[in-house]
């Protein structure tokens, strides 16, 4: 995530609105971390210890330099220890009583609300499942799995930079949909501009997610 905060700070087509580092620091060895997970009944794969980072969190608020480009971006994304810690108070969350028993089982992820769009990323760790799941969440819509783990939203958002609404190509959602206005113009945008400014990325994979979805 530092090389996603260093290229975003280093384009002249971004302005960084906020950045923040929490605590931690390089050198942590996290082995008695993941040890505890176990004990308490929550492995985590090889695969998710490995995308570990030693910082509670790592976040970033950016905007397009060009005030007539309205493409925007956030993450505030917590290493995987802390986002178990952090669990969703469910009472922020005017939905159905039925939703209720779900969203006690969330944690956070990424908090995606300092630009008021209202989203959160979360993960469902589940008792002897090594892989938690990743669910999205928008307060004035609903809430979608997403087809990702822990370490696949780490590595689509070094390519996305947090452009909104980046979660919904991998969410199982009619995007040609008037409810999906906003989102689409986010995508279609950031599919056009990114690749300008960022060529070393593959962004092909997520185009073809994006024409999935129409």
């Known amino acids: 995530m530092f090389q996603t905060i260093r290229e ?14 929490g605590p931690g620091g390089p050198g942590k060895d996290p082995t008695a ?18 995308a570990y980072f030693p910082y509670r969190y790592m976040a970033l608020h950016w905007c397009a330099a060009d005030i007539d480009v309205p493409l925007f971006g956030e993450f505030n994304i ?12 469910v009472q922020d969350f005017a939905w159905e009583k039925c ?20 989203q959160l990323a979360t993960m469902r760790f589940l008792r ?9 969440l928008d307060r004035f819509r609903t809430y979608v799995k997403l087809d990702l783990d822990y ?20 969410a199982d ?23 300008e400014h960022f060529p070393g990325y593959d962004y092909e994979p997520l185009a073809a997610r994006l024409e999935a979805r129409l």
């Open 8 to 21: 975003v700070r280093a384009s002249p087509f971004f302005n960084v609105m906020y950045e923040e580092i």
């Open 33 to 50: 971390i993941f040890e505890l997970h176990a004990e308490e009944g929550f492995p985590l794969s090889e695969r998710l210890k490995e």
């Open 78 to 89: 917590m290493n995987i220890d802390a986002s178990r810690e952090e669990m969703l108070q």
């Open 99 to 118: 939703d209720e028993e779900l969203l006690s089982e969330l944690s956070i992820l990424d908090d995606i609300s300092r630009g008021g769009g209202g």
């Open 128 to 136: 002897g499942v090594s892989s938690p799941e990743i669910w999205f």
């Open 151 to 170: 370490r696949d939203y780490l590595d689509v958002l070094i390519i996305t930079k947090g452009a909104t609404g980046w979660q919904y190509l991998f």
């Open 173 to 195: 959602v009619p995007l040609g949909a008037r409810e999906y206005g906003s989102t689409l113009e986010s995508l279609r945008l950031m599919l056009k501009i990114l690749p």
